[in-house]
């Protein structure tokens, strides 16, 4: 059973209507917004005189289908007109969500000679000569590339570059609100390996990180191997790595809330897909009792056949330690811990039921989860989404901000497994041991010490590594 989808912002729309100027006319808007099961949260007066009133009423509708029949519903009632529709969301995305705006002022020829030519060329030698020179005096300290090829958007599936913008657009804009990091979306208008890791080493020198984004597994694996021993500078997949920092984070409040040791949980993933393997790799490096990873063929299982899939064969030998060969269901019997990056719907509460007591539940496919949170709550202690109107909101934004504004700040050449298990930390140790509860397992993503904390935790696990490592 899914979710009824809830009024959001994200579905918000702007109805611009006439009506006559009587004293309970407002009301019986308002009024029809609320029994169609819009929430109105806002109303202005456009204009008006003796006889009609002009109004914009702005409500948060479920989806584009009640947005339509919210519409039509007003522009039922008696005397009123609907002169214009807006959805708001898509008027915030005209012309785009970012922007570049010069450092540096241009206000007469002296400035000019210095940010640009004769000037310039002083620096661009200085940098020829020593190429680390560019970290310090170009964008390169500070800049990153979200890079995309479109073929695992959201959940949208393989929808191509130009649609996939939007969301890069968004991931940089968040990148610069919640890091300080400026951020520029690279979409790719090819899906070929090897294309798109020469495509980005070619660009690599303009930016201090690359940000791997939606593309699917498993070549999204390989890309990212490529990418990291060719470049000098630190790649990071967040659909992988952001994922599993903050599924790390979330579960290690959520251990300190039922008083389990993670050594000791069993843990059962259903999706062995890009985020899926990335949980359990940083699950098993914190030192995780057991996993059991599940797939549509069901748990992985040393005897089974991968038919390619490497990903599949290194957790097949890594993971489930009394090799269980059965269904998700029969995997979750006794186990503690559910974490779903998979398909909606899977589960029910009867499942979560036959786990052992307190269990945990992640149920993180979006916009629909693997087991309707409300039944899962029925049976388990702590039970979390990627939904953010329900609580315990698994969201990447609590992780990659402050992890590449840390690794910029380091002057990193790449990510390491010991900077994840510290960014996991550090958003965990923000909510603290004292303050956590079933239903505040995570911070808010606007809480102000969130990347703070992840960019001071990752500057010092890299710089540690940096000391016991010697350079390449």
Not at 121 to 144: G, Q
Request: charged share 20%; net charge negative.
């Amino acid at each position: 059973m899914s979710i009824r989808q809830l009024p959001s912002a994200g579905f918000s729309i702007t109805v611009r209507v006439s009506l006559p100027a009587d004293a309970g006319a407002i009301g019986r808007l308002t009024t029809a917004v609320g029994e169609a099961g819009g929430i109105v949260t806002a109303l202005d007066v456009v204009s008006s005189d003796h006889k009609n009133v002009v109004v914009d009423i702005t409500c948060d509708t479920s989806d584009s289908g009640h947005a339509e029949q919210i519409a039509q519903i007003l522009g039922e009632l008696p005397g009123v007109s609907v002169r214009k529709v807006s959805d708001r969301t898509f008027l915030l995305h005209l012309g785009g969500k970012v922007e570049v705006t010069s450092k540096v002022s241009l206000r007469n020829r002296d400035e000019l000679s210095r940010a640009y030519t004769p000037g310039v060329a002083r620096v661009c030698m200085a940098i020829a000569e020593n190429p680390e020179d560019a970290r310090r005096l170009t964008i390169k300290r500070n800049t990153v590339a979200v890079v995309t090829d479109g073929s695992a958007v959201l959940g949208l599936g393989n929808i191509g570059p130009a649609a996939a913008l939007p969301v890069m657009e968004g991931k940089a804009a968040l990148f610069k609100r919640f890091g300080g990091v400026d951020a520029w979306p690279v979409c790719l208008d090819t899906q070929d390996t090897d294309e798109i890791v020469n495509i980005v080493a070619a660009i690599a020198p303009v930016y201090g990180g690359i940000n791997l984004e939606d593309i699917a597994a498993p070549r999204c694996f390989e890309i990212e191997e490529r990418l990291r021993e060719r470049l000098d500078i630190p790649v990071f997949h967040d659909d992988q790595h952001g994922t599993a920092i903050v599924v790390l984070a979330a579960l290690t409040n959520a251990l300190r809330v039922v008083d389990k040791r993670i050594e000791d949980v069993r843990v059962v993933v259903s999706g062995a897909g890009a985020a899926g393997t990335a949980i359990m790799k940083l699950l098993l490096k914190q030192g995780v009792g057991d996993i059991i990873a599940c797939d549509r063929a069901g748990a992985l299982h040393r005897g089974m056949e991968f038919n390619g899939r490497e990903s599949w064969k290194w957790l097949a030998e890594n993971t489930n330690r009394d090799d269980f060969s059965g269904s998700l269901k029969g995997a979750l019997v006794g186990s503690d811990v559910f974490i779903g990056v998979s398909a909606p719907n899977l589960l029910e509460g009867a499942d979560i039921a036959k786990m052992a007591p307190d269990p945990i539940v992640f149920a993180l496919a979006n916009p629909d989860p693997e087991i309707n949170p409300m039944e899962a709550a029925e049976h388990a202690a702590i039970v979390a989404t990627g939904r953010s109107d329900q609580p315990n909101q698994i969201n990447n934004v609590l992780a990659f901000p402050g992890v590449f504004r840390g690794m910029l700040d380091a002057q990193a050449t790449e990510w390491t497994d010991a900077a994840a298990l510290a960014a996991a930390q550090a958003i965990a140790d923000v909510v603290g041991a004292d303050k956590v509860n079933p239903s505040v397992i995570v911070p808010s993503v606007f809480d102000p010490h969130v990347s703070p904390a992840v960019a001071d935790a990752v500057k010092k696990a890299l710089l540690a590594g940096r000391e016991q490592t010697p350079s390449r």
